[in-house]
Each structure stands twice: as C-alpha cells, then as structure tokens.
T-cell receptor
Framework: QEQLVESGGGVVQPGRSLRLSCAAS????????MHWVRQAPGKGVEWVAV????????NYVDSVRGRFTVSRDTSKNALYLQMNSLRTEDTAVYYC????????????????WGQGTMITVSS | DIQMTQSPASLSASVGDRVTITCRAS??????LNWYQQKPGRAPKVLVY???TLQGGVPSRFSGSGSGADFTLTISSLQPEDFATYYC?????????FGQGTKLDIK
C-alpha cells in the first residue's frame, strides 16, 4: 500500500546539522510533489517545505529558509530534508507528506503521511 | 502569511451529537481549505479538501462548507472514534498554514 517512512531523527545540539530521510513505497514517487510538515510537542501543525515532482521547484516557510534544504532522489524513491544551524525552536516531530495532486500540479493537500520522526534540539 | 483561526479551541460533546467547528482565514482563500483529524501519537489524516470534497474512505457524517474566508466542518452524529483534534489548513498560498486546532473530547 502507499506508504511513507521517515528516519534520521534524534537529539542534536543547537547550531548542528541533521538530515532526515523519507522512503516512499506503493506509489509512483516521481509523479508527486512532496512536503515536509512539523509539529512541536503539544503544539499545532506547521508546513515546512515543498519540492515539486521533478525537483525543479522548492519553497520553504520563512523560519527555515536558508537553513533547511529539501531534495529528492527518484532512483531511490526518497525525500530528504537537510537541516543546518538547528535551533531549539526546531524541536518537533517531522512528517513527510504527499501532495494529493500528482504531476505538475499542486493541491497542497497532504493525503499520505509518514509516521513522523522526532528531532530534539538541545544542549 | 495567511493566518487561520479555529473556534472553539476545545469542545466537549457526546456520542450522537452534531458538532460544528469553524475556521476563519485572515484573507480570502476562495475554497482552498482542508480539514484534518489527528489522534494522539498519529499523523494527521485528511477528511475534507477544497472546502467540501470528502476524501475517499471518510464517513459521510463528516461534511465541509464555506468559501472566501469562513469555513465549517460538521460531524452530523459523533461516533466514539471521532474524538480527536481537528485542524483546518489553507492551500491557497505558501506558507500553507494550519489553524491552531480544535480538541474534541467526550462529555
């Protein structure tokens, strides 16, 4: 079935880097835009980044722009989030999510989600 | 950025009740409004998209309405599995912001 599985979470000190991965299966990964969404402990949900189906378009929430980079490897059916200069306020569960639209379109409706991976930024 | 404001923040109701949650955008977003349900320790799940289209597999007791800046999610007859937190999300323009959530618990 259609599935997303995140990995790479953990505890990291402020200012350090971490890379998250998201493995996709059960659907044609190369046909969908993909998003990263996060949720701080006990808080609401925040959209973080999007990458187009072909990787040609990327966009970020202002709070991570210049520090985070989203990328994808179609040959591995994998999505990545490189997080640099981490801050305590980046502490959250990070989810990868599929854009429901497929192809070159965007609905920015998140129809398939991973189980999430926890990032704790603390000294 | 478009701000999304949900009300109420929390709601107590009983099985069988009709419940309505509202969401207001800080500017017009046409019908680009989606609703998600989240249970503890789980990822959100989309229920309704583009204001009123029910996601496949979602029970028909869920319905969405609205356009412009004001939207509602209605659960016609609450079932035990509906007790959860509900979020609205605008997909009109990036950043794709969520409301703060409405926690629905058992009275």
């Amino acid at each position: 079935q259609e599935q997303l599985v995140e990995s790479g979470g953990g505890v990291v000190q402020p200012g350090r880097s971490l890379r998250l991965s998201c493995a996709a299966s059960g659907f044609t990964f190369s046909s969908y835009a993909m998003h990263w969404v996060r949720q701080a402990p006990g808080k609401g949900v925040e959209w973080v980044a999007v990458i187009s189906y072909d990787g040609s378009y990327k966009n970020y929430v202002d709070s991570v722009r210049g520090r985070f980079t989203v990328s994808r490897d179609t040959s591995k059916n994998a999505l990545y989030l490189q997080m640099n200069s981490l801050r305590t306020e980046d502490t959250a569960v990070y989810y990868c999510a599929r854009d429901q639209a497929g192809g070159s379109g965007y609905l920015s409706v998140f129809d398939i989600w991973g189980q999430g991976t926890m990032i704790t930024v603390s000294s | 950025d478009i701000q999304m404001t949900q009300s109420p923040a929390s709601l107590s109701a009983s099985v069988g009740d009709r419940v309505t949650i509202t969401c207001r955008a800080s500017q017009t977003i046409s019908r680009y409004l989606n609703w998600y349900q989240q249970k503890p320790g789980r990822a959100p799940k989309v229920l309704v998209y583009v204001a009123s289209t029910l996601q496949g597999g979602v029970p028909s007791r869920f319905s969405g309405s609205g356009s412009g800046a004001d939207f509602t999610l209605t659960i016609s007859s609450l079932q035990p599995e509906d007790f959860a937190t509900y979020y609205c999300q605008q997909s009109y323009s990036a950043p794709y912001t969520f409301g703060q959530g409405t926690k629905l618990d058992i009275k």
